[in-house]
């Protein structure tokens, strides 16, 4: 049973910045699935026109465990398995090349086949890291009013990235490049909530790849160039319920944020249901692309041995050129939809 007193504060620490006490661990499994869906539209003398309807879809699980070496300090590795990564169009035309403007137009083509044009499948490059926290409320002999956390962890580069197929002719998903990730979140404890704010920064490295087209077209040599990514959000966890006698609780999340995707390289026709031959089998710049939204979230811990996790995310895909050489953007009621689940265990 969850009891909750008049002046219950939260736990030692919120769930965002908790990590396990010394000599002690947490293994965890997690499932992600993130959706961006939208018109797709070029821009034209006459104004911007649909010229297609796209799909961006991604199931992911995650296998993750920490242990900690150190009082407020842990050891993790993380690795990522894309279960299913596609890009999909209910609508599309074929491009054409356009002598007025001397680039491609799908403008009044003839219709294309509705369904997946590329999807790919397998396990990711093994995130290592360290994450601490250099001042916290968990510490009560220093009696911090303050959870610091802070995180960093490098990601091994692996052959089976989304650009390519392997031996057997079936395609990786993921970006497949080695890179590093900085992360830190802030938290206090006022009462029965626990206001946040978190901000994360990845640095996607470069990789050099025999590139395979998603009409089977194999081309050596691309140098791809995923884009670096940066986010920040805002929150507060609101403690519902909590039973001391066996560590049980459940936790409210609401929150904000924002995310930024630099500018990239990557291999032309994969993000646009069909390209010109002069740009297939090259690679392009993509635009900078800007989102901002909010969800909620809980975390239920029915004793102290086992934590479980939802959360659900809508954000805002402001417009973006997805081929410079082509004046095609995503339309302006584009959306990205995540929902997430974690089954945790931990040792305590």
């Known amino acids: 049973m969850l009891l909750l007193g008049p002046l219950l504060p ?17 293994i965890q499994i997690a499932y992600t699935y993130e959706q961006l869906s939208g018109s797709l539209v070029e821009r034209a003398d006459q104004g911007d026109v649909e010229v297609g309807q796209r799909t961006l879809a991604d199931h992911m699980l995650r296998y993750g ?16 398995h894309y279960v299913s990564s596609r890009v999909s169009y209910g609508s599309y035309s074929d491009m054409v090349y356009d002598p007025g403007t001397g680039s491609g137009t799908y403008i009044g083509t003839t219709p294309g086949t509705p369904g997946d044009l590329v999807s790919g499948a397998g396990l990711g490059g093994i995130w290592f890291g360290v994450r601490g926290t250099p001042f916290s409320e ?45 992360h830190t979140a802030f938290s206090t404890t006022v009462g029965r909530t626990a206001p946040y704010v978190a901000g ?41 319920g909590r039973n001391p ?43 900078e692309q800007l989102e901002g939204g909010g969800g909620l979230g809980a ?15 809508v954000a805002y895909h402001l417009p973006q050129r997805l081929e410079y050489p082509y004046p095609v953007y995503t339309g302006g009621e584009t959306l990205d939809v995540t929902f997430g689940s974690t089954l945790g265990v931990r040792f305590r």
């Open 138 to 182: 968990a510490f009560t002999s220093r009696n911090s009013k303050t959870t610091w956390l802070l995180e960093g962890a490098i990601r091994t580069g692996d052959k089976s990235s989304f650009w390519t197929v392997n031996e057997d002719g079936k395609r990786g998903a993921g970006p497949g490049g080695t890179a590093a990730r900085l």
């Open 245 to 287: 006698a066996n560590g049980a609780l459940f936790v409210f999340d609401l929150h904000l944020g924002v995310s930024y995707d630099a500018w990239a390289q990557l291999p032309s026709g994969f993000y646009l249901p069909k390209v010109l031959e002069a740009s297939e089998g090259g690679v392009v710049q993509q635009a």
């Open 10 to 26: 939260l736990a030692s620490a919120a769930v965002v910045t908790e990590i396990p006490p010394f000599l002690r661990g947490d």
């Open 65 to 80: 465990v920490a242990f900690s070496v150190a009082p407020g300090v842990a050891v993790f590795a993380d690795l990522p």
């Open 200 to 240: 994360t920064y990845v640095g996607e490295g470069k990789q050099t790849v025999t590139l395979v087209t998603p009409n089977g077209t194999a081309y050596e040599g691309a140098e791809i160039d995923p884009a670096n990514h940066g986010d920040l959000k805002i929150g507060v966890e609101v403690l519902t």
């Open 299 to 313: 975390t239920w811990r029915p004793f102290e041995n086992m934590q479980i996790g939802v959360v659900g995310d």
